[in-house]
């Protein structure tokens, strides 16, 4: 009788049934090396089909399966920690791209292409895409969904739920979920024909279904860009410029919030200059996009703003990008000094600095010799905090943040999930009624409870 590892080699070819742990550890261990895992072998389909072959033949072996998109998750989901004789499915493969529907705005792409391929290819056919994150190079757009990932275009675009026209999936039994009819590069721009299956697997994190193709809707390309890093006094005070920058300038497109202290690592990290000519407690970073150029609207609005200290602005490409570096080497720079433990927070906006200030007490009360690295997409009160030095005492550093954050009617994940790294606490955020209706979704979908065991739900007692 063929072994399961045959049998997955008759269907995606031996090469791409991996094995060897020199071969397996990069997709065992996750972008911060703070989850370890070790499946039995990954699998690398390349087509929906040999997916749905894969599935069915794990099914039949009642193994469990750990999808992977790009492995860029940062709450241990992606990783098959916990998880004995797991096949790791790695959707990398999947990674085509449709003719852009040019008239529509829309585009059906592998669940394994790259946000930044997505990106680049919506702009060759004069189209922009909507979801955009520092780790646009690895993450994939099945990883995307799966997390419901956010970033720095939230604001004007949405989640990746909201970039979501239409689905192509696969059970944990193999059988295929698609519209009925031909995919195509075409299809149907409206629909109201039930439950949206796009909108249900976005967020689900890879416990309902494998995702292998994903119908996305693009947004305008709007060349006429300007960027602004701000210096202001803290929080509440950014809070007070983005306010008046989005009631006055209509083409805002990100607000991003970072400190002395990060800025001061992403510096010694990477060597560059300070961004402003003054040094201050925190810096807003805005930018705004148009047809024509947004630059005197920007200065228009912050023209008289108490809270605006020295600003550098930025139109052209190298010099925008050398703006957003300050803010997207945080988490480089951070990860260079240890292994954080990441807590990806929101709050109610007007909470926003008692809740930052609180979150910071509570952890520095378990973990006294932490240091805490805090920044922030600022529209949506979304924290990103990263406790480095507390390895060791992860467990009592995320129990006493997510806490504070829940006693400020917060939620404990604004956009990276749940994943391994926080599915005890997901009754912070969940009702008891609402965790069991997502428990019966995922009992409907997963009976078996093969797909990503461990992920999103707290241990049954
Ligand atoms: C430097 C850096 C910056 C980041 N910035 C942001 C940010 O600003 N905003 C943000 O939201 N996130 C951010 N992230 C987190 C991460 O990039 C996103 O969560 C991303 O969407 C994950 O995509 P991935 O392909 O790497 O998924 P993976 O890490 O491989 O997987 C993530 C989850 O999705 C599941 N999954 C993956 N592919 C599929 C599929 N095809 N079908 C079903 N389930 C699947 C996995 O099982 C896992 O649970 C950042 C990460 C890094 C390293």
Redesign the pocket.
Same mark, same amino acid.
């Given at each position: 009788v063929p072994s399961l590892a045959e049998r997955l080699a008759a269907i995606v070819g031996a090469s791409h049934v991996l094995t060897d742990p020199a071969l397996t550890a990069s997709y065992d261990v996750d972008?911060t090396g703070r989850f370890r895992g070790r499946a039995a072998m990954v699998v690398r389909p390349r087509s929906t089909s040999e997916v749905a072959a894969v599935l069915g033949e794990c099914a039949a072996a009642s193994v469990p399966v750990? =999808?992977? *998109? @790009?492995?860029? @998750?940062?709450v241990g *989901? !992606?990783v098959p920690v916990g998880v004995p004789r797991a096949v790791l499915l790695s959707?990398r493969r999947l990674s085509w791209l449709d003719p852009v529907d040019h008239d529509a705005g829309q585009v059906w792409v592998g $669940?394994g292409a790259t946000i930044a391929a997505v990106a680049g290819h919506a702009r060759a056919a004069g189209w922009d895409f909507g979801l955009d994150? $520092?780790?646009r190079d !690895?993450?994939?757009v099945? %990883? $995307?969904v /799966?997390?419901n /990932? *956010?970033? &720095?275009r939230v604001l004007r675009h949405g989640p990746a739920r909201a970039q979501v026209l239409g689905v192509e999936a696969v059970l944990a039994d193999g059988r295929l979920v698609a519209r009925a009819g031909p995919r195509g590069a075409g299809g149907v721009v409206k629909e109201s024909a039930g439950y949206d299956l796009g909108a249900l697997l976005a967020g689900s994190?890879?416990t309902l279904a494998?995702?292998t193709a994903v119908r996305l809707r693009l947004v305008p390309a709007l060349p006429s860009r300007v960027v602004a890093v701000v210096g202001v006094a803290g929080t509440a005070a950014a809070q007070r410029v983005l306010s008046a920058v989005r009631r006055r300038v209509e083409g805002l497109a990100a607000a991003e919030l970072f400190h002395a202290d990060g800025l001061a690592l992403v510096r010694a990290h990477t060597g560059l200059p300070p961004p402003l000519g003054s040094e201050h407690p925190a810096y807003l970073l805005v930018e705004c996009a148009g047809q024509s150029d947004p630059t005197e609207a920007l200065a228009d609005a912050l023209d008289g703003v108490a809270e605006v200290g020295d600003a550098a602005v930025a139109t052209d490409p190298p010099g925008r990008a050398a703006l957003w570096r300050y803010r997207e080497a945080h =988490? &480089?720079a951070v990860g260079a000094l240890g292994v954080p433990v990441k807590l990806d927070v929101s709050v109610p906006p007007t909470a926003l600095a008692t809740a930052e200030t609180a979150i910071r007490a509570a952890v520095l009360a378990v973990a006294p010799a932490a240091r805490l690295i805090v920044w922030s997409h600022l529209a949506e009160a979304n924290l990103h905090v990263n406790v480095l030095f507390a390895e060791s005492l992860a467990e009592q550093v995320s129990d006493a943040a997510l806490n504070a954050v829940a006693a400020h009617g917060g939620s404990i994940s604004a956009?990276? %999930?749940i %994943?391994r790294a926080k599915a005890r606490w997901l009754s912070l955020t969940r009702s008891p009624t609402e965790i069991a209706v997502m428990r019966a979704v995922k009992s409907a979908l997963d009976p078996r409870g093969q797909l990503?065991p461990g $992920?999103l739900f707290p241990p049954e007692d």
């Amino acid at each position: 009788v063929p072994s399961l590892a045959e049998r997955l080699a008759a269907i995606v070819g031996a090469s791409h049934v991996l094995t060897d742990p020199a071969l397996t550890a990069s997709y065992d261990v996750d972008w911060t090396g703070r989850f370890r895992g070790r499946a039995a072998m990954v699998v690398r389909p390349r087509s929906t089909s040999e997916v749905a072959a894969v599935l069915g033949e794990c099914a039949a072996a009642s193994v469990p399966v750990v =999808p992977q *998109g @790009g492995n860029t @998750g940062l709450v241990g *989901g !992606s990783v098959p920690v916990g998880v004995p004789r797991a096949v790791l499915l790695s959707l990398r493969r999947l990674s085509w791209l449709d003719p852009v529907d040019h008239d529509a705005g829309q585009v059906w792409v592998g $669940a394994g292409a790259t946000i930044a391929a997505v990106a680049g290819h919506a702009r060759a056919a004069g189209w922009d895409f909507g979801l955009d994150f $520092a780790a646009r190079d !690895s993450a994939t757009v099945g %990883g $995307a969904v /799966a997390t419901n /990932a *956010g970033g &720095e275009r939230v604001l004007r675009h949405g989640p990746a739920r909201a970039q979501v026209l239409g689905v192509e999936a696969v059970l944990a039994d193999g059988r295929l979920v698609a519209r009925a009819g031909p995919r195509g590069a075409g299809g149907v721009v409206k629909e109201s024909a039930g439950y949206d299956l796009g909108a249900l697997l976005a967020g689900s994190e890879g416990t309902l279904a494998v995702l292998t193709a994903v119908r996305l809707r693009l947004v305008p390309a709007l060349p006429s860009r300007v960027v602004a890093v701000v210096g202001v006094a803290g929080t509440a005070a950014a809070q007070r410029v983005l306010s008046a920058v989005r009631r006055r300038v209509e083409g805002l497109a990100a607000a991003e919030l970072f400190h002395a202290d990060g800025l001061a690592l992403v510096r010694a990290h990477t060597g560059l200059p300070p961004p402003l000519g003054s040094e201050h407690p925190a810096y807003l970073l805005v930018e705004c996009a148009g047809q024509s150029d947004p630059t005197e609207a920007l200065a228009d609005a912050l023209d008289g703003v108490a809270e605006v200290g020295d600003a550098a602005v930025a139109t052209d490409p190298p010099g925008r990008a050398a703006l957003w570096r300050y803010r997207e080497a945080h =988490p &480089e720079a951070v990860g260079a000094l240890g292994v954080p433990v990441k807590l990806d927070v929101s709050v109610p906006p007007t909470a926003l600095a008692t809740a930052e200030t609180a979150i910071r007490a509570a952890v520095l009360a378990v973990a006294p010799a932490a240091r805490l690295i805090v920044w922030s997409h600022l529209a949506e009160a979304n924290l990103h905090v990263n406790v480095l030095f507390a390895e060791s005492l992860a467990e009592q550093v995320s129990d006493a943040a997510l806490n504070a954050v829940a006693a400020h009617g917060g939620s404990i994940s604004a956009e990276h %999930g749940i %994943g391994r790294a926080k599915a005890r606490w997901l009754s912070l955020t969940r009702s008891p009624t609402e965790i069991a209706v997502m428990r019966a979704v995922k009992s409907a979908l997963d009976p078996r409870g093969q797909l990503n065991p461990g $992920a999103l739900f707290p241990p049954e007692d």
